[in-house]
């Protein structure tokens, strides 16, 4: 006697709706997040300005260290070292500002600070 595999029915257009579906909100991203955090005068305005190392450390052990630790190397938050390799600098902007990933905070630093806080982030290598 031969046995038939029963296959699990999947109507094609509804794969064909979910790929669409995908698809679309793939594109709404691209249009809302994108053009936008480049065009943000904030960000722009922080990536124009030099930052300063040491200041940038001096805010980071007041209001990072409690969570990253006193040398970056990781507490409660991720350790530090190499962020920049893993993220551009406009997501490390966003990372400070946007409050997206509690625990931690959404800080708003002035553009001075923000760039000081950067250089100190791509100091961390
Ligand atoms: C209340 C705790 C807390 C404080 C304060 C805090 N962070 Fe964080 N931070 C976290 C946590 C938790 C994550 C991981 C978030 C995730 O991705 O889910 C994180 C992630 C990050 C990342 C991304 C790390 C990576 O590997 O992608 C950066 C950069 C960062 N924090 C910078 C800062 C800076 C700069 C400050 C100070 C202005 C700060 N954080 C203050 C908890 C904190």
Do not use: W
Not at 23 to 30: M, R, W
Not at 58 to 72: D, E, K
């Amino acid at each position: 006697m031969t046995g038939q595999i029963v296959q699990p029915a999947i109507p094609r257009g509804l794969v064909a709706a979910l790929v669409l579906a995908a698809a679309a909100a793939c594109v709404v991203v691209a249009l809302l997040v994108l053009p936008a955090s480049s065009r943000d005068p904030y960000t722009r305005q922080t990536l124009e300005l030099r930052g300063s190392v040491e200041h940038g450390a001096q805010l980071f052990r007041l209001n990072c260290s409690g969570c990253h630790g006193i040398a970056a190397q990781g507490l409660v938050g991720p350790d530090l070292h190499g962020v920049s390799q893993r993220k551009n600098q406009r997501q490390l902007i966003q990372q400070v500002v946007s409050g997206r990933t509690p625990p931690m905070p959404r800080f708003q630093p002035e553009p001075q600070a923000m760039a000081d806080l950067l250089a100190y982030l791509n100091g961390l290598v």
